[in-house]
């Protein structure tokens, strides 16, 4: 098994038939929109969901696979701690071994700022009961016995897990078509079909599906949907790069984070590797209009963001994007029905390298393979997970900063009891659509 994203020149698997209605339409099929779909076809609603791609085309097969409780911002973290139980049950089901493992995640200490905001957000994990621990330099050795490292201590939470997710997501996706939702490949959403100021459907290129819910999960590409619609959210995307190394000895199952680096054991005897606090943004003109709301995230980290000068054509932000299009022609949607960046080699490189002396009993580190990804990242670092008011009938859940995959069966679940009108179970206050434009301070939180 090479590890590699899922391409646009993968054979389409869901050619699912459009129907004319439905009771919900959910546009995007990353882990967000299929779980969602799951969900709300196990509660016996007819659901329609349409990838203007692939399955898990783009960051739902490009993420580092980790399914982590650790160092959430407290208001995602009682929703990861359902997404976790729900993994350990979906597996179950699954078709196809995803190579989910529970190895822990490990934050490692390089400085006594590490470890002293390590200690602020201790108090989170201990009031949701989880198994999370501050560990000194004697608690990292004897986790990482072959590593060599000079380590303050870190935060490790031995019930986090990983999995493969090019093999989860599309094995979820064939779970939620077997409890009957509609899976259409290939199939854009142009714009949402709205009626008497409130939406009516999804105007999709192979047609109309009238339904009065829609999901909008559409990752990096959601602003550019919702915007459309009326519907403004400062969403940006950042390149984030990540590589898979050739088979490796074993030096350990812990998915570790230090502050240029992070790797984890994978299914095939290799481990992948990103260059952590790292990622690359592209100016575009959604850039522009949302300085303003990033600078306090800007300012937190100066220095773990490239500004690069303009993204590729096609890209949701480049200048050449079309943020305005008729319903009745080909959208930019259809224009690029895969993202799929070319990854950063030099930070990779400097990732393996990095890797290489963190184990030097290992030897030469070769990479194998490399891949990019567009991380949907809100000025707040959390997502947006809402009913929208302004167009009854819209649920919005993107925006989730580079923490969709392991969190994706809660916030899916969510999701859909927003569609149904439940309780969700949870305080989405921190998640809500309006909290950039009433006036609220930008919150980055206190995660870890």
Not at 116 to 139: M, N, S, Y
Not at 160 to 174: G, N
Not at 197 to 220: D, H, K, L, Q, Y
Not at 266 to 284: K, N, Q, T, V
Request: hydrophobic share 45%; proline share 7%; with cysteine.
């Amino acid at each position: 098994m090479i590890p590699f994203p899922i391409s646009e020149t993968a054979p389409i698997e869901h050619t699912g038939a459009l129907p004319e209605v439905a009771d919900c339409v959910v546009v995007g099929g990353g882990v967000i929109g299929v779980m969602t779909a799951y969900f709300l076809a196990r509660a016996g609603q007819s659901v329609v969901l349409v990838e203007k791609g692939r399955v898990a085309g783009e960051q739902s097969s490009r993420n580092w696979g980790w399914i982590r409780q650790q160092g959430r911002d407290p208001a995602e973290l009682p929703i990861v701690i359902e997404a976790a139980r729900h993994w350990r049950t979906l597996v179950q089901e699954l078709d196809t071994d995803i190579g989910l493992t529970q190895g822990g995640v490990l934050y490692l200490a390089e400085a006594q700022a590490d470890m002293d905001r390590f200690a602020r957000w201790l108090p989170h994990a201990q009031a949701q009961d989880l198994d999370t621990v501050l560990l000194d330099r004697a608690g990292v050795a004897g986790l990482l016995p072959q590593a060599r490292g000079a380590w303050q201590g870190g935060l490790w939470t031995a019930s986090d897990m990983r999995a493969e997710p090019w093999l989860a997501v599309p094995a979820l996706a064939r779970l939620a078509a077997r409890e009957g939702a509609v899976i259409r490949e290939a199939c854009a959403a142009r714009a949402l079909d709205v009626a008497a100021g409130r939406i009516a459907g999804v105007v999709t290129e192979a047609g109309r599906v009238r339904a009065p819910s829609v999901v909008v999960a559409g990752g990096a590409w959601s602003r550019l949907l919702l915007r459309h619609a009326g519907v403004d959210i400062p969403q940006l995307s950042v390149r984030a790069s990540v590589a898979a190394t050739a088979p490796l000895p074993h030096v350990t199952q812990i998915a570790a984070a230090r502050t240029h680096m992070a790797f984890r054991r994978r299914a095939d005897g290799g481990y992948s590797l990103a260059p952590a606090e790292f990622h690359e943004l592209f100016i575009g003109p959604d850039a522009f209009r949302s300085f303003r709301r990033f600078l306090p995230q800007l300012k937190a980290a100066p220095f773990n963001t490239r500004y690069l000068a303009a993204a590729p054509r096609g890209y949701p932000d480049a200048w050449g994007t079309a943020r305005r299009w008729s319903a009745d022609a080909p959208s930019p949607f259809e224009a690029m029905r895969v993202l799929n960046p070319r990854p950063n080699m030099g930070k990779l490189s400097e990732a393996a390298r990095r890797f290489a002396a963190t184990f030097p009993g290992l030897g030469p580190v070769r990479l194998r393979a490399a891949w990019a990804g567009m991380i949907d990242t809100m000025p707040d670092l959390v997502p947006v997970v809402d009913r929208a008011a302004a167009l009854p009938g819209l649920v919005v859940a993107t925006g989730m900063s580079g923490h969709g995959f392991g969190i994706g069966p809660g916030i899916g679940r969510v999701a859909a009891d927003l569609v149904l009108g439940n309780d969700p179970g949870h305080d989405l206050t921190r998640f809500r659509l309006s909290r950039f434009t009433d006036g609220s301070k930008i919150d980055l939180g206190t995660a870890a």
